[in-house]
């Protein structure tokens, strides 16, 4: 009788267990449309700025890191550091030759977070190269050096000591451990495609190096033979490649002094490079409405010239100038590939109606020859020396404090700011997007210098609650809008000035900020 009910008990178990075992299914199913294996950018209501590339940099995006490299420092034995002769470099920006007693260096992985072990050094030319602090040549051969490098101290150097006039040194490629073989094939590293993969878009502002671009004309572009992409920014076809192979969509800047051939060259090979399901948003320059950046003066100079009203509020003239180069722009693109583009008039989200309706769109008629609106409407923490949000008052609050003021003010301000420009955009039936997004608690004017007050700004940037305070802020965005968010930013150091990335290294897999976009990003889908 005891071994009956011990067989009974044992096959209710096993149905019950088999019973959870389907609900288990049933709910994973459930969720499979919403993780990674099924997800896909078209999915995605959120796209990504990247961080701009600089030595500095701690995203790592490149397997060669050389891509990441400082403008070439010239050197002198005897001489103040950086004081050296001016140096001779060739159309690619590689040293032709050295004087005597002199050598050119360039600082690499300054930023850390970099994998530690054997870098493959390559170059073609004759000469001899050296390395820094943080490093020991484990082997040398000619063109091809490997070299133990501990970014995490830091980084290192890289020195041509001397240079064959007649062939001098070139091609410097320095190969992150494990790439040697692949780095031709994929120049990205993979941790950087995974981190981004299922994001809708790439905005490539400062990829593209925007804010204050000297480049004119088309051959002021970078070019994938150019020594670095820290002097004019990464090429299209670097660009292209990286959407390509993520499925996202490109989001490209112009030049705010680009000339026309510049920009219909641009489209031309956006055209040739681009997958024809991608989309192409495009915006002139970015923010030209920020008195901080030179493309704001520039609109404002031309719409003095160009005799644009009112005269005596040269601001406003800028607004305009702004929509009239925009249609020029979107013009040009349009005879390219007018059906992947997506024509993109950006603008303050706190600036209100007025200027977004009646200075920026309604010029010219500029609504009738674009596609979306885009704002950037973050919530904000601007603590100045003075005011009510004073550096001295805000300093002395808590983490949760500041957590707390965000939460009943900054976000409610964002809100009001997306209504308003929706507003707008649904006046003119445009899309309602971002061009950047999320927190900005930073110190302004002087407050910057306040170490209490940064340690305090970090601090909630690193806190639980602050990817509560995402969510709400997002979920804010999808009930107004639901369109294309492009968070800022992607990856970068925490500072005096600002905690703009959702990590803040390569090394890092989770944030409260990271962790939060994400799961929204798959629970959140587009339908």
């Not at 602090?133 to 000619?142: D, L, T, Y």
């Not at 502002?205 to 920014?233: A, F, H, I, V």
């Not at 800047?253 to 680009?258: D, E, F, Q, V, Y």
């Not at 002395?396 to 009001?416: F, K």
């Amino acid at each position: 009788m005891k071994k009956t009910n011990f067989n009974y008990c044992r096959i209710i178990s096993g149905l019950c267990c088999f019973v959870l075992f389907l609900t288990a299914v049933r709910d994973c199913s459930l969720f499979a449309a919403e993780t990674p294996a099924r997800f896909s950018p078209q999915n995605s209501r959120l796209g990504i700025n990247l961080a701009g590339p600089a030595d500095w940099n701690t995203e790592h995006p490149f397997v060669d890191v050389f891509r990441l490299s400082r403008k070439w420092i010239s050197q002198k034995k005897g001489m103040q550091w950086g004081k050296g002769p001016g140096l001779v470099r060739d159309e690619n920006g590689w040293i032709k030759s050295l004087e005597p007693d002199c050598w050119a260096e360039t600082p690499i992985l300054t930023g850390g977070y970099a994998p530690v072990g054997d870098y493959v050094c390559l170059y073609d030319g004759e000469g001899e190269i050296e390395f820094g602090a943080n490093s020991k040549i484990v082997s040398r051969s000619p063109g091809r050096i490997v070299v133990n490098i501990n970014p995490v101290k830091n980084g290192t150097f890289l020195r041509v000591i001397k240079t064959n006039p007649n062939n001098y040194i070139k091609n410097i490629r320095v190969i992150m451990p494990g790439f040697e073989a692949t780095y031709k094939t994929n120049p990205f590293n993979p941790e950087f495609l995974k981190r981004w993969k299922n994001f809708n878009t790439i905005r490539f502002m400062d990829w593209m190096l925007t804010n204050g671009s000297e480049q004119k004309s088309w051959k002021d572009r970078p070019t994938t033979n150019y020594c670095n992409y820290t002097e004019y920014g990464v090429p299209i076809e670097v660009m292209a490649d990286l959407c390509n192979r993520l499925g996202a969509d490109a989001w490209f800047c112009i030049p705010h002094l680009a000339d026309d051939d510049y920009i219909q060259q641009f489209a031309i090979l956006v055209k040739k490079l681009l997958k024809p399901e991608l989309k192409v948003y495009i915006e002139y320059s970015n923010e030209v409405w920020n008195s901080g950046f030179k493309q704001n003066h520039y609109a404002q100079q031309k719409a003095k010239e160009l005799q644009i009203p009112p005269l005596e509020r040269p601001w406003e003239g800028a607004g305009k100038f702004y929509a009239k180069r925009s249609v020029e722009i979107f013009k040009i693109w349009e005879e390219a590939l007018k059906k992947q583009l997506v024509r993109v008039i950006a603008w303050q989200a706190a600036s209100g109606e007025y200027w977004t309706d009646k200075i920026v769109l309604s010029y010219n008629d500029a609504y009738k020859n674009c596609d979306a609106l885009a704002i950037a409407p973050y919530f904000t923490m601007n603590v100045s020396p003075k005011g009510k949000l004073n550096a001295d008052t805000v300093s002395g609050w808590t983490v949760e404090q500041v957590l707390e003021y965000a939460r009943t003010n900054s976000i409610p301000e964002a809100v009001g700011w997306m209504k308003t420009q929706k507003k707008v955009a649904d006046k003119y039936g445009l899309r309602l997007i971002c061009y950047e997004a999320g927190q900005h608690f930073v110190g302004v004017g002087g407050a910057e210098n306040n170490e209490a007050l940064t340690k305090l700004l970090i601090s909630a940037n690193n806190h639980p609650k602050m990817g509560e305070l995402y969510k709400i802020y997002l979920d804010s965005w999808r009930e107004i809008s639901g369109d294309l968010m492009c968070i800022f930013s992607s990856v970068g150091t925490y500072s005096k000035w600002g905690s703009w990335g959702l990590l803040e290294n390569a090394m890092q897999t989770s944030s409260p900020k990271y962790d939060a976009v994400i799961k929204w990003m798959y629970e959140n889908p587009r339908r």
